[in-house]
Every structure is written in structure tokens, then in C-alpha cells.
């Protein structure tokens, strides 16, 4: 009784438009065209066809999986660092989730001035050291402008990685710690044996988690490059964002997105399938 | 034992649907309620400088007190009007009106979403060339339009002791001269798949007479002629000359229109263009010392003096009040403040008749006589334009959409600037795009 008003408003305003949406794929809807008429899978076969598919769907992988690994390395970095009682050790933690906490146009913004090859104060301090004789164009470069995102998001995104994974760690065992080091391991060993082992859930998650959000990262890219330049960084978001607002066909773009959902789907199937997040977790591993 | 709740998931499952329905209803009757509001204006504008919001303020203000209609506004921004006018077509509440470039407008009026303003048209006496004419009818009602020229650093120039660019072949011997990285560069030359880089191309194609479409009389429609025989070399050409002159330019992979302007105004270039006054009105605010150097030129010209024209206009949706648009058309173009409207930005919205731009009302404004030479030189280049969509011949032409929505220009610029691709090969698959997109146009129009 008390959850129903709230399952009646989560079904009309979050599950009827998704239900929409998804369906808006099997049918021919333009902006300027009122009509909807039934086109059963012509979207799809349209969409297959289309090379820019297949490029957006490419670049989203790299974008997802460099931006993950990033945010991964980014976290374990920092949540072994803060795990130590170390001078300020406070004070890191807070500077360590302010990215996090940024509003993502001011990022967009932000990182727009420091990496500009004309204004940008990266490209003053390269010039100034000679380490380059002409400015950089990380987000207008073909080979630079993806990497820069990556650094990015991972920079934004890390400090989640950083929070959960120190979460973790300090509930890891010590006496395993003394355990490793009465049989003689070093710092490697500990890490490599224990500390990694324990982290092993948390790491799954957070790819999972991270990865279905880079995958569907929109508003970043968006803001700073635009899927530019030359579609450098025009992953499957942006692509469907083109389609619906350049191209004005609503029902293409829904069967992109209705694309998205099935392979997101398809990894979430696999990754509950394969690594039973809740059996490691009653494990206590 | 307690009873089962009232609440059982079939009776949760009705009361989605029945909210859902609910929820939906008034969508369906808005559809027909909107266009019913004889009392209500929705008017979504391009601009949205606040001195130009102040004047739509006093004059809405003076509609209403005169008829009882409200006027809302809606400054959805340059970049994003398409989308909004779009999405609000798409949910079944068209604007009432819509103040923006022919360009995109024609798009919406192809699919028959814009109601006819022939009597307007006539009325007020809209010049023949900033004519919207689709399916006979006009669906535009042309108050302003803006050129794509050129601004250069005359103190430059002076100092280093040249004269203004007549030429293609003067304009990169100056912009090499005055090409001095990473501090100043000869000219800039954007080239990103955005519309600040498709507008240059599309300028410096008309100032080369190289086209995209030709009417085929047998045919009796415009067909691809990007890459045919005799067009494609004047193409090859102005692609060319853009990327020698890119030399001198930053590397501008990802420009939009305000990096125009402040590459200019921090000192970055001696040679830039903008598709009207707006550059020298952010000039005069962020670098006055530069503004009284910054002097407007044609873009060099080579087989032709052509340039690229923007038309801007009242556009009145289909399924709306449109009787109320209409009026509210009317009492804007006869209102006193429509000359203060012109001023909201100086010389950036040149009036559509050229009379206007004589007249004392519109030449009274402290900004323009101080600039006078600006407007002189507007005046010398007047009727030398056309926009895309006549620019092919005379008939409208209905596919610059299938180019100008992805900003195909811009991306042939980029291809050879950024990827460094050959022009010929950049042009037959430019030229490919548009045909695979004309065609699928077509199929799906039919019927």
C-alpha cells in the first residue's frame, strides 16, 4: 500500500516514456511529420548499414574501456595512498572526491581552457619548456582529441573508483597482512596476494558500473569536442544525438538507442552470469 | 489473519495505465487547445542579445495592451533553435512564431509545418530575393538578413606596410607576411564539421561559382553536381586555397563562431570573417583599443563576387494561432521600435530593404555613426549575395538541408586541413553523402 502511489508515478513518468522510447525504433517518426507509421525493422536494417554505426560503436568501446581503466588505476592509486595514515591524510580524502563532486558543464569548461593550444596553460608551460615548437589541439588533434577525453572522465570519474575501493580495503582483514608478511611476503606480494584478491568484487563492480556509464556518456563529450573533430570522439551517444537532431528521424534514433540497451544487456547478462557478484560477497571475499 | 491490501499488483498495473492515459490526455487535447488560444503567442527568437530581449519586452508589452494577446518568449540560443522548434513540432505545440534564418526554416516548411503568409509578404512589401516560396506559397516574412564578410587588423596591414587583399593570390602573400605563430597568424580558417567552418566553404565556393546542386530541366529537379565535370575543379580549387591559407591560420580543428571572435579580439589574427557586425560589436567590448583598426572587406573573390546571405524572418507554424502571429507580425514591422530592434545589435541585422538602411531613423544610433565606413561598405556589397537554397538557380531549392544540417562544408575543410586527405577524393565522397541522402529523402517523401 505505501509503495503504490510511487510505483504509479515511477511507471508513468520513467517506464512509459522508456517504453515509448524503445518502441519509437519499429516506426517511421520524423520531427516534422506528426505521423507515426509502422516500419518493423527498416530502422534497424538502415542502421546495420550505416558505417558510422559501426565507427561510433568501435569508438565507444576504446572510449569506454580506456576511460575505465583509467578511473580503475585512478582509484586504486589514491584509495591505497589514503588507506595509510598519512600527513593530511583528511584533507586528501576531500580533494580527492571534489572531481566528482563538479558539476560536468564546469568540467567541460574548465578542461576546454587548460588543454586550448592558444589560451590553454598546458600548451604555455610545453611551449615554455620546448618540450613542443606549436601548440598542441588535444580536443582538435585526430590522434590527441580521444586520449584527452579519456583523461578526462577518468580524471572526473576516478574519485568514485577511489572512494569504493578504500571503502574495501579498510575492511580487509589485517591479520592477513601479518599472515603474508610472518610467511614472508614484501609489499608486492601483499599486495598482489592479498590485497588484490579482496579488492577483486569491488574492481568487478566498479568496471561494470563505470563501464555502463562511459558507455553512455553523452554530456562530456558533448560539451568539449561535440564528437569532433572529423568524428574523432563521435561515440554511440553522440551518433544517435546526430541522427535525432541533425538528421530529425526520431525513429532511427530510438532503434539506435534500442542497439545501446541490447548490448548493455548483453554485459550485464554476462557479468551476473560469470562473476556472481553476490556470491563473492557472501563469500567475504 | 489480516486481509490482503486493496492494493494488488493488477489493480497497480489499471492505475499506471489509467495515469498514464491521464497523463497523455492533456497532450492531445493541447494539440488542439494551443491553436484554439486566440489569446496566447509562443515566440521563439534566435536572438537573444538583452538589448534585443528588452525591445521584444516593450513591444510584447504593447501587443497585449493593444489586443489582449500574451506573447511568450523562448531564447532556446543559435546553436539549439532548430532542435527546439523541432521538439516542439514533434510534441504537437508548434510556436506560434519563430524568428530565425531561411535556411533552417525552409527544412520545416518542406514538410509542409509552416502556414503560408503570402497577404504578409505583400503588405509589407519583402523585397523578391529574401522570398521563402515553397509549395507557391511564401512561408517567411524576411525583417533582416547577414553576410558573410570578411574583418582585417588594418594597423597590421600599416605597419607592415601592405594594402587590403584584392585577391585569392594577394589574400595568402598578406596572410603569409603577417603570419608570425604562436602569437599572431595571418587569418583563420576554422575547420570543424560546425557551421562557423561550413559558412567559410560555402562563401568562398560562391566567390568561385562552384556549386553543389544544378537543375536538371529534364529532370525538373536539382541533382548532385558537386563532383561533375567542370564544377569539381572549381571545388578542387576553393578547397585548395582554403587549405594554403590554412597554413596561416591556428589550427582551428574544433571552431565554432565565438572562437572567431576571440581569436580576433585577443590580438590572434590579422584577418578573420563573421557572418555580419557581431565580431566588431565584441571587439568594441572586450579590446576597444583594436576596434577603430578593425575594418570590414569582402572575402577575396575569384570567378565571382557572390557571398553567402543569411536571411532572417518571422515564420509562422502550421496548426498554431496563426491569426495571431500574424498580427502580432504586423504590429511588430509597424512598431517605432522596430529600427530600435535593428539596433540591438549595430549593423549585424542589416534590414531587409535597403531603403531602411538609408533611412535617417536607422542611421540615428551612436554605434552606427561611429561607424559609418561599416555601413557604407554593407552598402557597396548590397545585392551581391544569395542564400544556398537559390544559389544553385533560380527554383528553391529543397536539398541544401541534406548538406547544410551536417555541416558538410565544414567537414571538407577538415578532411583536408586536419586529416589531410586530397581534395578530389574529399569532394566525390562529399558528393556521395549528399546523392545517398537525396535519395533517401526522396523515398521516403514519396506519397
Known sequence: MAIGPALILLVATAYLPIAFALTLGFFHRTAFDPRMTWAGLANFSWLLHQPDLWAALWRSMVFTIGSVVFQIAFGLFFGLLLNKAILGRGLMRSLVILPYMLPTIVIGLVFNWILNPEFGVVNQILLQLSIVSRPVPFFGGLHTAMPSMILVTGWQYGSFAALLILARLQSINPRLYEAARTCGAGTWRCFWDVTLPNLRSTLLLIAFLRGIWMFNKFDLIWIITQGGPLKATETLPIYVYRIAFEDFNFGRASAACLLMFAILLAVSVVYFRYFSPTKEIEVGR | MKKSSRFTRRGILKSGLAVGAGLAAPRIISRRAFAMDAKKVVFVSEESSPAAQ??????????????????????????????????????????????????????????????????????????????????????????????????????????????????????????????????????????????????????????????????????????????????????????????????????????????????????????????????????????????????????????????????????????????????????????????????????????????????????????????????????????????????????????????????????????????????????????????????????????
Do not use: C
Open chain 2, 54 to 447: 528588452a525591445i521584444y519586452d516593450a513591444i510584447n508589452k504593447d501587443f497585449l495592451a493593444k489586443t489582449g494577446i500574451t506573447v511568450t518568449m523562448e531564447y532556446p540560443g543559435f546553436d539549439k533553435i532548430d532542435q527546439r522548434v523541432a521538439t516542439l513540432i514533434a510534441a504537437g505545440t508548434p510556436a506560434e512564431l519563430v524568428w530565425y534564418g531561411d535556411g533552417s526554416a525552409m527544412e520545416v516548411a518542406l514538410h509542409k509545418q509552416l502556414a503560408p503568409v503570402d497577404d504578409l509578404v505583400k503588405e509589407l512589401n519583402i523585397p523578391e530575393n529574401l522570398r521563402l516560396v515553397v509549395d507557391g506559397h511564401d512561408r517567411s516574412i524576411a525583417t533582416s538578413q547577414q553576410f558573410v564578410y570578411g574583418w582585417y587588423r588594418s594597423d597590421l596591414y600599416e605597419k607592415a606596410g601592405e594594402a587590403p587583399y584584392k585577391d585569392w593570390d594577394s589574400y595568402l602573400a598578406v596572410a603569409k607576411k603577417l603570419n608570425n605563430p604562436p602569437n599572431q597568424y595571418g587569418n583563420l580558417v576554422p575547420s570543424s564539421q560546425k557551421g562557423a567552418s561550413h559558412l567559410l566553404m560555402q562563401t568562398m565556393m560562391q566567390k568561385n561559382d562552384a556549386h553543389w546542386f544544378t537543375f536538371d530541366t529534364a529532370k525538373n529537379d536539382y541533382v548532385v553536381s558537386l563532383d561533375s565535370p567542370g564544377n569539381i575543379d572549381k571545388v578542387i580549387e576553393t578547397l585548395d586555397f582554403l587549405h594554403h591559407a590554412h597554413d596561416f591560420s591556428p589550427e582551428a580543428a574544433n571552431y565554432s563562431w565565438g572562437d572567431l571572435m576571440s581569436q580576433y579580439f585577443t590580438g590572434r589574427v590579422a584577418n578573420s570573417y563573421y557572418v555580419g557586425a557581431r565580431l566588431l560589436q565584441q571587439v568594441e567590448k572586450n579590446a576597444p583599443d583594436i576596434a577603430p583598426a578593425t575594418k570590414p572587406i569582402s572575402l577575396p573573390a575569384n570567378k565571382s563576387d557572390s557571398y553567402y546571405i543569411s536571411v532572417q524572418g518571422f515564420h509562422v507554424g502550421e496548426g498554431s494561432n496563426v491569426d495571431g502571429a500574424k498580427e502580432y507580425v504586423k504590429f511588430f514591422m509597424n512598431h517605432p521600435d522596430y529600427i530600435k530592434w535593428l539596433h540591438s545589435v549595430p549593423l549585424h541585422i542589416i534590414p531587409a530593404k535597403r531603403e531602411t538602411l538609408h533611412s535617417k531613423a536607422y542611421q540615428d544610433n551612436p554605434e552606427i555613426q561611429k561607424r559609418m565606413d561599416v555601413l557604407n561598405f554593407i552598402d557597396s556589397i548590397w545585392g551581391k549575395g544569395k542564400p544556398s537554397y537559390y544559389w544553385d538557380g533560380d527554383k528553391l531549392n529543397p536539398y541544401v538541408g541534406l548538406y547544410e544540417n551536417e555541416n558538410l562544408g565544414g567537414w571538407m575543410l577538415a578532411e583536408r586541413n586536419i586529416a589531410g586527405r586530397d581534395s578530389k577524393s574529399i569532394i566525390q565522397e562529399a558528393a556521395a553523402k549528399i546523392r545517398k541522402k537525396q535519395a533517401d529523402y526522396i523515398a521516403s517523401n514519396k506519397g
